[in-house]
């Protein structure tokens, strides 16, 4: 499923549970940011955070900058030339250019999408950054991870009719790099020139686990391949994907 249709689904979505105050997840479990997050490195940086409306289905329409720390210290980076900031939106934080707007989503099952693009600018045109986490709804996930993972697709054809693989889309000429069995990182285009940097996680459900799925999609153009690749690895890093 694409980033920027995942605001749509939320209507259609279960009330399954409740979303708490701003919360960073890391594979569905809640790590809470604090606003005297303590920089002990000596290349981090703390940067303000910028708060996002976001359109939350059981809050509405809100964007409680109180929820989130006024500041967070960013420690993987290069603090001599880096033009990054962090954005609060679908109570948790986010990393992305320095000076963009955004929108976002938050449901009720715990799924959230983030948009992040400059000021008149918007998620359909480059510049943007994607985020989503897709934590309860089974065959959304299943088919969100599909491209990117085999056992993801073996899982949506075993636990649904082979017609669900036609929801399935493989972006094009799409180029993945696999970091562990849970854990990939890719290049696609969308249309004739525009490369998309990646980076997937997913788990696949078990007995003991409903699955979970999150992707980060960067489109930046190579002339920000450098803060493309640190917002790859800073994200990797800042939800403990592994």
């Not at 303590?38 to 996002?52: A, G, H």
């Not at 359909?124 to 959304?140: D, E, H, L, M």
């Not at 036609?166 to 562990?180: A, G």
């Not at 980060?216 to 790859?232: H, M």
């Amino acid at each position: 499923m694409r980033i920027k249709n995942l605001l749509n689904l939320f209507t259609g979505i279960a009330l399954c549970c409740l979303i708490g105050s701003c919360k960073q997840k890391q594979h569905g479990n809640d790590v809470t940011p604090t606003a005297d997050n303590k920089n002990t490195q000596r290349d981090s940086l703390v940067l303000p955070v910028t708060v996002i409306v976001t359109d939350d289905a059981l809050e509405g329409h809100q964007i409680n900058p109180d929820d989130y720390p006024k500041t967070w210290a960013v420690e993987w980076c290069d603090t001599a030339a880096t033009p990054i900031a962090v954005y609060g939106a679908s109570h948790a934080l986010w990393l992305g250019p320095k000076g963009y707007r955004g929108s976002a989503a938050a449901g009720a099952d715990g799924s959230v999408a983030v948009q992040l693009f400059p000021p008149g600018g918007s998620d359909a045109k480059p510049p943007f950054v994607r985020y989503q986490s897709i934590p309860a709804c089974v065959g959304c996930m299943m088919s969100a991870a599909a491209p990117f993972f085999e056992n993801a697709k073996a899982d949506l054809l075993t636990n649904y009719d082979s017609a669900m693989l036609d929801v399935v889309h493989t972006p094009d000429r799409l180029v993945i790099q696999k970091k562990s069995a849970t854990l990939v990182t890719y290049t696609y285009y969308e249309g004739s020139s525009l490369q998309i940097s990646g980076v997937a996680y997913y788990s696949s459900p078990t007995t003991s686990s409903r699955g979970y799925f999150e992707q980060a999609e960067f489109a930046l153009g190579p002339e920000n391949k450098a803060l493309t690749d640190l917002l790859v690895k800073s994200y990797i890093s800042m939800r403990g994907l592994k």
